[in-house]
């Protein structure tokens, strides 16, 4: 089975523009993750959505960044504008459901964002 | 969720068992510990589960103490591609989704 599918694998951009990753989750899971990776921070949740609803969102940094999953099958995070800080390794995962408890979740494989 | 304590890095000769601890002495008794790793350049890969049982797989073994203040996670035969960061985790059974990582275990199988 085809796991968590993210696009760009690889974005480099100038400061100052808008950056779009994708992800596509599992066929099935209900629940999807974003995270980011820095060297400073670790990892860290962004937000998450259960049957395409934002439940989370503390995790958002500022306003420049924003979440959508328009259906089951896909989502966007966007960064606009973005900033040299930007820079970092964006996660998406997702999980299927949370009976009996929270399942595990499942990563893909990342996109290394770099603003200049 | 409650916290958990981590050596940064371990070596493990190949072949041999890998013993990886965690801490978590602020453990509630409705939440269960998680373990992920993260080989270089891969997004985080979950391994095991368990709440206060012994847990086994196909991809490691999970020991809870009785107290469940601790626990050991166990690769039984060592390969060089189990080098990884090892992220012992905390969290609820059911509410929360949110997966917090500290800054886990640096794991280096030496041939």
């Known amino acids: 089975d085809a796991g968590v599918i993210q696009s760009p694998r690889h974005e480099v951009t100038e400061m100052g523009q808008e950056v779009t990753l994708r992800c596509k989750p599992i066929s099935g899971h209900d629940y999807l993750f974003w995270y980011r990776q820095t060297m400073m921070r670790g990892l860290e949740l962004l937000i998450y959505f259960n049957n395409n609803v934002p439940i989370d969102d503390s995790g958002m940094p500022e306003d420049r960044f924003s979440a959508k999953m328009p259906n089951a099958s896909f989502s966007t995070l966007k960064i606009q504008p973005s900033e040299p800080r930007d820079s970092a390794v964006y996660f998406c995962a997702s999980s299927l459901g949370a009976q009996p408890i929270n399942q595990p979740q499942h990563f893909g494989d990342g996109t290394r964002l770099s603003i200049l | 969720d409650a916290k958990t304590t981590q050596p940064p890095s371990m070596d493990c000769a190949e072949g041999r068992a890998a013993n990886l601890p965690c801490n978590h002495s602020t453990i509630s008794g409705n939440e269960y510990v998680y373990w992920y790793r993260q080989i270089h350049s891969q997004g985080p890969q979950y391994i095991i589960h368990g709440l206060k049982n012994n847990e086994t797989n196909e991809m490691a073994s999970l020991i809870i103490t009785e107290d469940r203040k601790s626990s050991t996670l166990i690769l039984p035969h060592a390969t060089l591609r189990d080098t990884a960061v090892y992220y012992c985790?905390?969290?609820?059974?059911?509410?929360?989704?949110?997966?917090?990582f500290g800054q886990g275990t640096r794991l280096t199988i030496n041939p």
């Open positions: 985790i905390v969290r609820v059974g059911q509410g929360a989704q949110k997966l917090v």
